[in-house]
């Protein structure tokens, strides 16, 4: 490849006097491309720290390039005192860990190394450029075919975490992730809860997660157990017509008030006449929004649905909405990195290749209480609880 004629092969370039990314690709050697960038940004083990993305209740976000590969990751940076005082924190983060590192599907967000020294913990997860509540905070509601895609998408994940035993229990837009490539990827599993995959039925109790998703037995004041699953499939339900309406199905307010929860208990739903066209729409609506959490659709009955196989892709007239650049508003979207930028143009995906062990990663931690499910951990002896030196 051609190298540029501004400059020679062994010269550092100033970032900001570069214009053209082809002429920052035509450099030469990705050898030099690392140098670029390592002069202005530090690395962590061999990604090169980038801007933050976000600020959540466990710490910062950033984004990352690894080095090796041009690979972009979201990495989240935690900082250990938080740990050491917060025993509900480590419990949450431990929980994500398990999940996020050791299930693999398209649909549930991965995290794909991890490093820690005695100050921050870091884990490098494949990187989303946003929110659905973001999505449905610039545009209310997406196209119906959009809507379509998010919502399969969103039941294959259910389908995956419950075939594993595992229930969300907090779905909402805040918790839904898409890729630049339309993929949406289920986080948080702070509150997850976990279910035997040989039981007969799958009981939970308590009422994790956030109101305005919950199905109407969570607000009832006898019903004291629940089925884990139907809890994802109300809130997955919410979702799909709050991405079709831009409103909620029953809550329209940030707090719940008794009339809410005596609407959610008694009434039904009441459809907007853009959604009562659709009759097979609407039927899969009254099957999932059934307040008898027992006749309520299945994860299987909603897949084998008669809507959930139409194609709305062959019938749609728009493309699907993405967020918008001109004008940003949140930490998320700041400016991109050049490097970051060479790899979107020139890269694919990143692989489902694991960059450490994950035992080997909680042996230097020793902070974390490791799960002491042996579906996790593949030998429940070496379980190490908490360092008593931290």
Same mark, same amino acid.
């Given at each position: ?5 501004? /400059? ?5 370039? &100033? ?12 450099? %030469? $050697?990705?050898?030099?491309? =690392? ?5 202005? =940004? ?9 801007? #933050? ?44 860990? /398990? ?16 490093? /820690? ?32 895609? =998010? ?7 259910? $389908? ?19 890729? +630049?490539?339309?993929? @949406? ?5 702070? #509150? ?9 039925? &799958?009981? !939970? ?22 089925? %884990? ?16 309406? %831009? ?21 039904? !739903?009441? =459809? +907007? ?13 009254? %099957? ?12 299987? /009955? ?39 930028? @060479? ?25 974390? +209480? ?9 030998? +429940? ?8 030196? #931290?």
């Amino acid at each position: 490849m051609k190298k540029s004629s501004s /400059a020679s092969k062994n010269e550092m370039i &100033d970032i900001k006097q570069v214009e053209n990314l082809d002429d920052v690709f035509l450099i %030469g $050697s990705q050898e030099e491309i =690392y140098r670029l960038k390592i002069h202005k =940004y530090k690395e962590i083990k061999h990604y090169i720290k980038g801007e #933050v993305l976000g600020r959540g209740k466990f710490g910062v976000v950033r984004e990352f390039i690894d080095k090796k590969t041009l690979k972009r990751y979201a990495g989240k940076i935690i900082r250990t005192n938080i740990l050491k005082r917060n025993s509900h924190l480590r419990h949450q983060i431990n929980k994500e860990l /398990a999940i996020t590192y050791h299930f693999n599907h398209p649909n549930v967000l991965r995290v794909y190394d991890l490093y /820690a020294t005695s100050k921050k913990i870091y884990m490098f997860m494949e990187f989303c450029y946003g929110e659905l509540a973001e999505f449905l905070k610039v545009y209310k509601c997406l196209p119906k075919s959009q809507c379509k895609d =998010y919502f399969v998408q969103l039941i294959e994940g259910l $389908s995956y975490l419950h075939s594993h035993g595992i229930i969300h229990r907090d779905i909402k837009p805040e918790n839904i992730l898409v890729t +630049p490539y339309d993929i @949406i990827k289920l986080a948080d599993f702070g #509150v997850c809860q976990e279910i035997s995959i040989f039981k007969l039925d &799958d009981m !939970v109790f308590g009422s994790d997660g956030t109101p305005l998703y919950h199905p109407p037995e969570l607000f009832h004041p006898k019903i004291i157990h629940y089925s %884990g699953t139907k809890i994802d499939i109300w809130a997955a339900g919410v979702i799909l017509y709050q991405m079709l309406t %831009g409103e909620l199905p029953f809550f329209n307010r940030t707090n719940t008030t008794e009339r809410d929860i005596d609407e959610i208990l008694t009434e039904n !739903v009441q =459809y +907007p006449l853009s959604l009562k066209q659709d009759v097979l729409l609407i039927d899969l609506f009254n %099957g999932i929004f059934e307040k008898d959490f027992r006749h309520r659709m299945s994860i299987m /009955a909603i897949k084998n649905h008669p809507w959930m196989q139409i194609d709305y892709n062959r019938q749609r007239d728009e493309p699907f909405v993405k967020l918008p650049t001109d004008n940003l508003t949140i930490d998320c979207y700041r400016g991109l990195t050049v490097l970051t930028r @060479i790899y979107n143009k020139y890269y694919p995906p990143p692989s489902e290749e694991k960059l450490v062990n994950f035992r080997q990663f909680q042996d230097s931690l020793k902070i974390l +209480p490791l799960m002491r499910s042996s579906r996790y951990i593949q030998d +429940p002896r070496k379980i190490n609880l908490m360092a008593a030196n #931290v």
